[in-house]
């Protein structure tokens, strides 16, 4: 363990709000990058220039959007390949920004910018590799359950049954590359907690995985369940505000909702990081 690290004890998110709310504000900057080519491709479409605003693209099952869509596809394919690059860099900030997040949760005391923003850059080749053979992974788990579910034959006397076998097997799907995140998160862990290579973290994070599965594979769900019903609230408030009606106050109180969700996501994910934190320092 490094010398700077800290006991288990005291890992904890509210420990770092200001880490927390410069990785929100990051968050605002690279999705305003990604969204105004979009913004302006939409906005070219007139579709603004209605009297109930871009709320009609959301109307009638998102029709409208679509059909925007189709007309624009040479526009948008356009704009789409000029944010490849933009976007490969936000995943690439998004690496570097868990990182920084779970070196800022193990380092003990005042941060020092330039040592814990060396350790934390220090640790994103491993983490890229990483997450790219999560992704994978993921991605052959969500295939695998796509087979699965065409395989299974349709009765037209018990459509029900049916239905509920396929939902079964996208819910088990879905849980098992959630697992397999989880497990990737057990793995950053221990990159960050006992500075180890990627395999030698990869070890460790099986050790951690046989001492406390649902912990390691399945410890996020309470987080992201809360982030859910964050989202859903948002959305029924967004609704009440009613952006399309005339009045500033409608926008600002929209806008403000949204980076509040940003921020409990940050949040929820910092306390998700301290507790595999905990984990892998048991370990």
């Not at 065409?150 to 076998?165: E, K």
Request: with cysteine; aromatic share 4%.
């Amino acid at each position: 363990m490094s010398s700077t690290s800290i006991g288990p004890g005291e890992m904890r998110a509210r420990q770092r709000p200001g880490v927390i709310l410069t990785l929100a504000a990051l968050r605002l900057l690279a999705g305003l990058c990604l969204a105004m080519p979009l913004a302006s491709l939409l906005g070219a479409s007139g579709i603004g220039e209605r009297v109930e605003g871009d709320r009609a693209l959301f109307e009638a099952g998102g029709y409208l959007l679509l059909e925007v869509l189709r007309v624009q596809t040479s526009a948008l394919t356009a704009t789409l390949r000029g944010l490849l690059p933009v976007l490969l860099l936000g995943l690439t900030l998004t690496v570097a920004s868990n990182a920084a997040l779970l070196v800022a949760l193990n380092t003990r005391g005042r941060l020092v910018v330039h040592s814990w923003l060396g350790s934390a850059l220090e640790r994103v080749p491993p983490l890229l590799l990483l997450g790219a053979g999560t992704l994978l992974a993921q991605g052959i788990v969500l295939v695998l359950g796509g087979l699965a579910v065409d395989v299974i034959i349709a009765s037209p006397t018990r459509p029900v049954a049916t239905s509920a076998a396929q939902l079964g097997v996208w819910a088990i799907a879905a849980l098992l590359a959630g697992a397999l995140g989880g497990f990737a998160d057990v793995v950053k862990a221990s990159l960050v907690r006992h500075e180890s290579r990627l395999f030698g973290a990869i070890s460790q994070a099986f050790t951690c995985t046989l001492r406390s599965p649902l912990l390691s594979l399945l410890g996020w769900l309470p987080y992201a369940a809360l982030l859910l019903l964050a989202v859903l609230a948002a959305g029924m408030l967004t609704e009440i505000c009613d952006v399309s009606r005339a009045g500033a106050w409608r926008v600002a109180t929209v806008f403000i909702v949204h980076q509040l969700v940003v921020v409990l996501s940050v949040t929820l994910r910092a306390a998700w990081f301290a507790r595999v934190l905990r984990l892998a320092a048991a370990t």
